[in-house]
């Protein structure tokens, strides 16, 4: 009979078993992913989340974040509170001045201008090209409001110191004294008078335009002072032109040459409102207070002695 070992047998079938793993750190309870709730362990209670104190007094607690999707009870206690409209980011807010945020404006709003688009004197460009002479002299009688608004930051004093010239040259015989004296007058000395007439007109038209000009700038006006002197002087030789070519010949106590003279001087107001009024960005009142003393001047100067 074979005998048989006694002892310590091993199963050949049997796998080796394996040692156990030891887990690295950091791979300790990890948590599944953002957003998905963890499964409990089998036969035993789900897992119980634990929650940072609150500090002391109740200031300083940390932020509460829950990998897991629960909501701390202190943070229902004390929920965020939004910030007034328009004094906090994020969707309660929608503007923020705060360093590192991006404050929204709608669309064409001008956070950091008045919200004009040009302003006569500044360096955006004007409202069209500069008008030739012949243009700018029929403008401001056919079309004023469009050539006082274009010619705004272009300088005229080619054009206004020619026309106010020759205008003084001819309102010496409007004037029934000084016609008299011209006319009695031998040529070498009626020439002097004639000329010394224009450039007396001259310098009346430059002075009552700069007048006009700082009490249109006094009163929030921000027009450039050639300009307004420049269309100024033309305003003043155009408007009054018609009653002095009636008043060379007529003289200046005929009844139609007066009449002709009240039209016009209305019709240089108007024109010195819409001047002043497109020139310098300001209401017609305004417009037309500035060119008051101008207007005054202008009665009581060249048309009072005929009217």
């Not at 950091?26 to 948590?31: D, E, K, T, V």
């Not at 965020?80 to 929204?104: I, S």
């Not at 009240?262 to 107001?269: K, M």
Request: proline letters at 11%.
């Amino acid at each position: 009979m074979a005998g048989f070992r006694i002892g310590r047998g091993r199963d050949n079938n049997r796998p080796p078993q394996q040692p156990p793993q030891q887990q690295s750190y950091g791979q300790q309870h990890q948590p599944p992913p953002y957003g998905q709730q963890p499964y409990p362990p089998a036969g035993g209670p789900p897992p119980q989340q634990q929650w940072p104190q609150q500090g002391a007094g109740g200031h300083g607690e940390p932020e509460y974040f829950d990998p897991y999707g629960h909501q701390h009870p202190h943070a229902q206690a004390h929920p965020p509170q939004q910030p007034p409209y328009g004094h906090g980011g994020g969707a309660g807010g929608y503007t923020n001045d705060n360093p590192g945020h991006t404050q929204v404006f709608a669309v064409g709003e001008d956070p950091y201008g008045q919200g004009a688009t040009y302003q006569a004197g500044a360096a955006a460009a004007p409202a069209g090209p500069r008008l030739p002479w012949k243009e700018l002299l029929r403008g401001i009688v056919t079309r004023p409001g469009q050539t006082f608004l274009q010619m705004r930051d272009y300088p005229v004093w080619g054009p206004a110191l020619i026309v106010t010239f020759l205008y003084g040259l001819l309102a010496v015989f409007g004037l029934d004294d000084a016609r008299q004296d011209v006319i009695n007058a031998t040529v070498p000395k009626a020439i002097p008078i004639v000329l010394s007439a224009g450039v007396a007109f001259v310098i009346c038209g430059l002075l009552l335009g700069a007048v006009t000009h700082t009490l249109a700038r006094q009163m929030g006006g921000d027009g450039t002072w050639q300009p307004t002197i420049g269309l100024s002087m033309l305003v003043m030789s155009i408007t009054d032109a018609p009653r002095l070519v009636f008043a060379v010949f007529l003289g200046g106590d005929n009844m139609f040459v007066q009449i002709l003279g009240w039209a016009t001087w209305v019709a240089a107001g108007a024109l010195f409102t819409s001047l002043i009024s497109k020139s310098h960005d300001l209401p017609w009142p305004k417009a037309l207070g500035a060119s008051a003393i101008q207007l005054i001047a202008l009665l009581s100067i060249i048309k009072l002695g005929t009217i």
